[in-house]
């Protein structure tokens, strides 16, 4: 893994590198206005290379950092295209071709973890892994009972980079503040900190996945792979054959993207409500369809546990704003924390700027597509302070959620989905429907 910065002072070192270029522009801009250049172009200036330099040091660097940038994928969609692209690409890179672990180094963390005798388990293990991403790795191997399974293997010293990285970015607030006024990055930092811990301690996924194949056992629509065994660092779970999602997206026939984007938003949707956590990390990478035409989910290391379901306000002010009601949705979204005290924002720009995000619930049936998306981010591509982007706020709460539907619309665009997807909003989200039980109870 040596092309990626880990050891402790080079990783201190980029991301000390973010405030002192950030005080180095303003003074540059400082210079530019005395000279008489309009303070708003400066301003914007400074903006543009501090989103620049934020992006190139959390793209070089793995854990905390990424998954940082990850979350605040709305810093993505607000960019111009010169900057977003190499982010994305570096993004991309480090998740879908991590470098692997060399065999000995396995071996040794197999040892700790299970003990000399770690081989007694297995009838068979294979060296090269199958899947390696930001803290750990996959391998294929064979149960002593005879079971195919896939051993997860965290990369040794992965939670301590993973923490050092947000005690670092703790510090960064002001310098995030100068992109998104209206987010307070503190409690979103302290959100994520919170959700990573659990991410890397595997008795808490392996728990998560457990849940998950109980509830979906013998479903017609999904399989989750059930856990055979589980420390803090190793997990071993079911084997399951399927297609890569990704390979969907690139050979799939127009039906098999359609039935696999339906099944994504059903899987995302249903899950708050039939198991009391959403499965926080869409991307292709995660899901699998089988010969017989199911999705299958893996990877529950990032979930958002929500016993009660999805959040009912969330349902609600969708069919709220899609009635018209613009004052009753800036008054939810302050009363969710959306919108700080402290900022106003003009009804018509939050109108226009959350009628692409809720489109899809208006009609009967809706096409996802790559086009669609990019018209949808050039309508947040103006880093001007009025900018509806750069004044919302995102709540604690509401991080994995967003993450959620900002992965999973990403994916559906790369599927090119058709499909009735309003259905499924209507089914599982409360508050959507005006005949949805939790909506009369609030009434009554």
């Avoid at 060296?127 to 064979?142: E, F, L, M, N, Y």
């Avoid at 703790?170 to 979103?188: E, N, Y």
């Avoid at 399927?242 to 026939?253: K, N, Q």
């Avoid at 809706?366 to 302070?385: G, H, N």
Wanted: proline share 7%; with cysteine.
């Amino acid at each position: 893994m040596s092309d990626l910065p880990r050891r402790a002072v080079a990783r201190s070192a980029k991301l000390a590198s973010l405030p002192i270029g950030f005080a180095g522009r303003t003074a540059l801009g400082l210079g530019k206005r005395i000279g008489g250049k309009p303070a708003e172009i400066v301003t914007q200036e400074i903006q543009q290379r501090t989103a620049e330099q934020i992006f190139k040091v959390l793209g070089e660097l793995k854990g905390g950092a990424m998954k940082l940038g990850q979350a605040l994928s709305i810093f993505e969609a607000a960019l111009p295209q010169e900057i977003a692209g190499p982010y994305r690409a570096t993004l991309t890179r480090l998740q879908d071709a991590a470098p692997p672990l060399p065999a000995a180094t396995v071996h040794k963390v197999l040892v700790e973890q299970l003990g000399d005798d770690w081989r007694d388990n297995f009838l068979s293990f294979e060296d090269r892994p199958t899947a390696a991403a930001s803290i750990g790795q996959v391998h294929k191997a064979v149960w002593h009972d005879g079971r195919t399974v896939a051993v997860k293997i965290q990369y040794p010293g992965a939670g301590k980079a993973l923490l050092s990285d947000f005690a670092q970015l703790a510090r960064l607030g002001k310098l995030f503040g100068a992109l998104l006024p209206g987010l307070d990055v503190k409690s979103v930092l302290t959100e994520l900190r919170e959700r990573v811990a659990e991410e890397l301690d595997y008795l808490n996924e392996a728990q998560a996945q457990h849940a998950f194949a109980l509830e979906f056992r013998d479903d017609p629509d999904f399989v989750i792979p059930d856990v055979v065994a589980a420390n803090e660092q190793v997990l071993v779970s079911e084997w399951v054959d399927g297609t890569p999602l990704s390979r969907i997206i690139t050979d799939g026939t127009k039906e098999e993207r359609d039935r696999a984007g339906l099944l994504l938003v059903r899987f995302l949707f249903c899950s708050p409500a039939r198991v009391g956590m959403l499965h926080a990390d869409p991307h292709p990478g995660n899901f699998r369809v089988t010969g017989d035409g199911r999705l299958c989910a893996l990877d529950f290391g990032a979930v958002n546990r929500l016993p009660q379901g999805y959040p009912p306000a969330f349902g609600q002010l969708t069919r709220i704003f899609n009635s018209g009601d613009m004052a009753s949705v800036v008054q939810g979204l302050r009363d969710e924390g959306f919108i700080l005290p402290h900022i106003e924002i003009e009804p018509e720009s939050l109108r226009a700027f959350l009628a692409p995000y809720v489109e899809p619930t208006t009609a009967e049936e809706f096409t996802f597509s790559r086009e669609w998306l990019q018209e949808q981010a050039a309508t947040v591509t103006d880093l001007r302070p009025g900018n509806v982007a750069r004044q919302l706020n995102l709540p604690p709460s509401y991080v994995l959620i967003h993450r959620v539907h900002a992965a999973g619309i990403g994916v559906l665009c790369q599927l090119g989905t058709t499909a009735r997807f309003r259905d499924e909003v209507v089914r599982w989200v409360p508050g959507f429907d005006e005949d949805d039980p939790w909506e009369q109870a609030a009434a009554g």
